[in-house]
Nanobody, 118 residues
Framework: EVQLVESGGGLVQPGGSLRLSCVAS????????MKWVRQAPGKGLEWVST????????????RYGDSVKGRFTISRDNAKNTLYLQMNGLKSEDTAVYYC???????RGQGTQVTVSS
């Protein structure tokens, strides 16, 4: 069974940082692209970032949504079956539930709440 478990969310002041983690199980993590999406209160799902598969010589290519480009960094540790999202320069509009997904299986985790507020 494919499972994704996010953690690392919380309450942070504007300008602050958080690092989200997503531990994957039930599939060969290193073989698949991974993605972060988010859902703000009262809004639909928004794509945040994608990282491609990686190899011994490549860490995987990355892409970002315009709203987070330059502030967020996606990465993966295949040895730990873990996906990360480093979020810096957080803004109130980043407040949302963040989910990791494995598009190939159409599965996402339960989400982790990020609240940016003073």
């Amino acid at each position: 069974e494919v499972q994704l478990v996010e953690s690392g969310g919380g309450l942070v002041q504007p300008g602050g940082s958080l690092r989200l983690s997503c531990v994957a199980s039930g599939f060969t993590f290193s073989n698949y692209d991974m993605k972060w999406v988010r859902q703000a209160p009262g809004k639909g799902l928004e794509w945040v970032s994608t990282i491609s598969t990686s190899s011994a010589t490549s860490s995987g290519s990355t892409r970002y949504g315009d709203s987070v480009k330059g502030r967020f960094t996606i990465s993966r540790d295949n040895a730990k079956n873990t996906l990360y999202l480093q979020m810096n320069g957080l803004k109130s509009e980043d407040t949302a539930v963040y989910y990791c997904t494995v598009p190939h299986y159409g599965v996402r985790g339960q989400g982790t709440q990020v609240t940016v507020s003073s």
